[in-house]
């Protein structure tokens, strides 16, 4: 019956076990850039997240009395309980520091997972360093959280060391050889589930803000682009001249870019899923990363919509890309030897 077949595909799509090495690579490589993201941070704990700080204690009570529509967005944060203590906010940043790593080697996952959450959230609570991509890397952390948390409940002959320091199996990105990732990894459905519930809502942000582009008229003017790379208090007549003797082919060029970012992103739920269309979906992240990274000087929106696109790969790809990665690794070793 078409009803059950339907029920049966949706029951398959979200609780499948598969393999969990996937979310092992993309775990992996959130860490990297949640660390990388919190670095910079560190010589201005005080100004950034202090209650004496750049936003204070009077801001947030002035803000909390704005219309709704006008106040800017904080939330909760444990740095809150380091008040203005500056050697405080040392320790909390160093300890954070220290959980992203231990997240990232794949060690007591359950366990750092959840704090890795609570981290990120808590660093992006604070509306004097809010940036529009805080947002997705609070996705990414939380859809890692709810799949390590359960990784594994369900599974049989696992001791409860294993459970919580961590498994083999969470190291492999960085210790597999070549028998490693061909032998298959126990199926998780809590994997499927974290990498499908990211899979859906980058499907959703990325339809959204593509549909949010269409209401303004210099996306399809096809001149949008220009706005970020000459930014209106920062350009001078000099810039603007700089192009005249090619103005044509330089705006066709950033009219192309423009008019495909909207292709790609109001196509995205239907490319996404599709094994054949991998280079497309792939493609588009890394050329949308390095023109955010070099061109814009956004490196953030980039990694964090590479790194959520990776996620649609499917057991059999991932294994590829390991098999790659530890050939390259013995590739190296030999050499040194």
């Known amino acids: 019956?078409?009803?059950?077949?339907?029920?049966?595909?949706?029951?398959?799509?979200?609780?499948?076990?598969?393999?969990?090495?996937?979310?092992?690579?993309?775990r992996v490589l959130a860490g990297v850039l949640f660390i990388a993201w919190l670095l910079p941070f560190a010589g201005q704990l005080d100004a950034m997240f202090g209650l004496d700080g750049w936003f204070d204690q009077q801001a947030y009570r002035d803000a909390a009395r704005l219309p709704e529509e006008s106040r800017p967005k904080f939330g909760w944060s444990f740095l809150f309980l380091c008040g203005s203590n500056a050697m405080l906010l040392k320790a909390a940043y160093g300890l954070s520091l220290v959980v992203l790593v231990l997240f990232t080697l794949g060690i007591a996952t359950r366990l750092t997972s959840l704090l890795t959450w609570i981290i990120i959230v808590s660093f992006t609570a604070n509306p004097a360093t809010s940036y529009d991509a805080d947002a997705l890397l609070v996705m990414l952390a939380f859809y890692l959280m709810i799949g390590y948390v359960f990784l594994g409940q369900q599974r049989g002959g696992q001791s409860r060391c294993s459970r919580w320091i961590g498994c083999r199996e969470n190291w492999i990105f960085f210790v597999g050889s070549s028998g490693d990732v061909a032998k298959p990894q126990p199926p998780s459905a809590a994997a499927n589930v974290a990498l499908r519930l990211l899979q859906v809502h980058l499907a959703i942000v990325m339809l959204t803000s593509g549909l949010h582009k269409l209401q303004f008229g210099d996306w399809w003017a096809g001149v949008a682009l220009w706005y970020p790379l000459y930014p209106p208090l920062v350009a001078t007549v000099a810039d603007a001249r700089e192009h005249m003797a090619n103005a044509v082919p330089f705006l066709f060029i950033?009219?192309?870019?423009?008019?495909?970012?909207?292709?790609?992103?109001?196509?995205?739920?239907?490319?996404?899923?599709?094994?054949?269309?991998?280079?497309?979906?792939?493609?588009?992240?890394?050329?949308?990363?390095?023109?955010?990274?070099?061109?814009?000087?956004?490196?953030?929106?980039?990694?964090?919509?590479?790194?959520?696109?990776?996620?649609?790969?499917?057991?059999?790809?991932?294994?590829?890309?390991?098999?790659?990665?530890?050939k390259l690794r013995n590739s190296i070793v030999a050499r040194q030897e």
């Open 254 to 326: 950033l009219s192309v870019a423009a008019y495909a970012t909207l292709c790609w992103q109001l196509a995205f739920p239907v490319f996404a899923w599709k094994p054949a269309w991998r280079k497309l979906l792939l493609g588009g992240a890394i050329v949308g990363w390095l023109g955010n990274t070099f061109l814009y000087e956004l490196p953030l929106f980039g990694s964090v919509i590479f790194i959520g696109c990776l996620s649609y790969l499917t057991p059999a790809e991932w294994v590829r890309v390991y098999e790659r990665l530890a």
């Open 1 to 26: 019956m078409p009803s059950r077949t339907a029920r049966r595909s949706w029951v398959d799509f979200w609780f499948s076990p598969i393999d969990p090495r996937g979310m092992h690579g993309i």
